[in-house]
């Protein structure tokens, strides 16, 4: 078994005009996908818009920025992850497939092992 | 007994074209890993080169060398457990497989596996044929670039960065379940058909057709034909690739010049290759619906069977090409479309269908729709249009033996 990490990125701006049933109906998605999927998953969360993201880089001359906002900015942004166990991608990808993101997508990451 | 030298070369030259896959895809069981496969499956055929001088060519060649290669393995793997413990694991059923397994003669047939794994859509095309090439044709990296016109440094970070991608992300050595089988099976035959395609017109260069690309992507479509005998879409491939290619001796003239198939020598096509296509046609089209590359063999063999192009069933290729348009919507069908409008219909209405098509971004840039626009025109003498058409489709084309028949056309409207 490997593991294997679901990156959900979706559109923001879509959640943010979407009327509460849409939002309700969307956390019962994820609700039956846990349930369905109980074995398969050893973690996972729904992050804070990117609204709220800060941004900390070294650069060349050593000096240490902080700013205001994600690390990239993008249409679709990285929203919220599962983390899972695996035998191979074929398994993961079938996992995947059912993660709820109407608004975007899902990638698939392998989690990399250290001897 | 001993056997002569260019006898145990030739030998080794007919097992590695035959017998490449199934050697390789049986060690990658035993190694589970792709480069280290590849390496003892390498070492394999060199050591045949000197037993088989010796000894004499064995009765089973492919057996004889998946038994050489899985015992290199083997001893690799157990000369280094470091190595062991490190290796990526391209297999769930973990096993070790003793020395009576890596001994027996009978084998199992791991090429689909090999196929899917190459083929599987986790990997981008041009990566997926790559590797197809290498691991199941056996084809080194050097001619795979040659054949796709880039340098072989590009070639081998392609491949390797695919392997490490397989090795990373698991990519599964197996077969997949019935429910992804036919999707999967598309991703295969697209392969096969791009490595066909590529030989057939060969994107840049001297020569039309790249006849090793052809006969590589002739000998995959049988191969898949042996491991998949119940798909219909496998027949339709094969069928498609026999009768397309039983043209190839009529498709340039002795000068080397494009002969179009209004003016190819029919008498040049190769018989037996389009008896054995039609005969597939009749089995692909027995799915319902039929599908993609059955469609595509059946308008193929609607031509192999006309006896002049003007005796051409156009209107059955013209149905046939709805129907594919249906299974597999895409701006180049409707483009061929068209162009059998034209000659069903005539070609002012061939040329209206082809507007039609202008504006579908998906084919800017692509060379055969200004082709075909200057077709029609010169047809119906509009011969300044025609002549800007062509210009265009000149501009497009980096074949040389396609631009010298576009130039043709060109001045042959001048005069």
Redesign the interface.
């Known amino acids: ?2 593991g294997y990490l679901i990156l959900i990125y979706e559109d923001e701006a879509s959640y943010a005009s979407a009327d509460e049933s849409v939002l309700g109906e969307v956390f019962a998605e994820h609700t039956a996908f846990g349930e369905a999927n109980g074995a398969a998953l050893s973690g996972g969360n729904a992050l804070a818009a990117t609204g709220s993201a800060t941004s900390i880089r070294r650069e060349p001359s050593g000096e240490i920025t902080v700013t205001d906002g994600p690390f990239v900015e993008t249409k679709e942004a990285l929203g919220g992850y599962y983390l899972i166990e695996a ?4 398994e993961a ?1 079938a996992v995947a497939k059912q993660v709820p993101a109407r608004f975007g997508g899902v990638e ?1 990451r ?1 989690i ?1 092992l250290f ?1 | 007994m001993t056997a002569s030298a260019p006898a145990v070369a030739d030998a080794v030259a007919q097992a590695h074209r035959r017998e490449w896959a199934f050697v390789l895809a049986a060690t990658v069981r035993v190694t589970r890993d792709i480069d280290l496969a590849e390496e003892c499956v390498q070492d394999a055929y060199a050591r045949a080169l000197e037993h088989w001088a010796r000894d004499g060519v064995p009765e089973r060649p492919g057996a004889w060398l998946t038994i050489v290669a899985r015992r290199r393995a083997l001893d690799l793997l157990r000369r280094n457990a470091r190595l062991a413990r490190s290796l990526p694991l391209l297999l769930d059923d973990v096993h070790e497989p003793g020395p009576d397994e890596a001994a027996a003669p009978a084998v199992a047939d791991d090429r689909l596996a090999l196929i899917f794994t190459c083929a599987h859509p986790a990997l981008a095309e041009p990566a997926q044929v790559a590797l197809t090439l290498r691991l199941v044709c056996g084809l080194r990296t050097a001619e795979i670039a040659r054949a796709f016109l880039v340098s072989e440094p590009t070639m081998a970070a392609r491949i390797t960065r695919a392997k490490k991608k397989i090795a990373a992300a698991r990519i599964p050595f197996r077969v997949p379940g019935a429910d992804e089988l036919p999707a999967r099976i598309q991703s295969v035959l697209s392969v096969v058909q791009l490595v066909f395609t590529t030989g057939h017109t060969a994107p840049g260069g001297r020569v039309l057709v790249r006849t090793d690309l052809v006969e590589r992507s002739l000998d995959l479509a049988r191969m898949l034909r042996v491991l998949l005998p119940a798909d219909a879409e496998v027949s339709g491939l094969l069928a498609l690739i026999l009768l397309t290619d039983a043209r190839r001796a009529s498709r340039t003239t002795q000068a080397g010049e494009l002969a179009l198939l209004a003016d190819q020598d029919r008498s040049l096509w190769d018989r037996e290759a389009i008896e054995e296509g039609v005969a597939l046609v009749r089995v692909a089209l027995r799915a319902r619906p039929p599908g993609r590359f059955a469609l595509m063999a059946a308008i193929a063999a609607v031509h192999a069977e006309a006896p002049s192009f003007d005796q051409t069933a156009w209107p059955e290729i013209v149905g046939l090409y709805e129907l594919l348009g249906e299974a597999w919507p895409s701006p180049v069908v409707a483009l061929n479309r068209a162009a059998a409008i034209g000659f069903a219909d005539g070609p002012t209405a061939g040329l209206l269908a082809l507007d039609a098509l202008a504006d579908d971004p998906a084919l800017e840039g692509y060379r055969y729709l200004p082709a075909a626009r200057a077709d029609l025109l010169r047809r119906l003498g509009r011969t300044q249009e025609a002549c800007a058409a062509y210009e265009q489709a000149l501009a497009l084309s980096d074949n040389d033996v396609e631009r010298a028949f576009l130039r043709g056309r060109l001045d042959g409207l001048g005069e």
Not at chain 1, 87 to 90: E, F, H, M, N, P
């Open positions: 078994m490997a035998a191979d991608l074929d990808i698939v392998p990399r001897d």
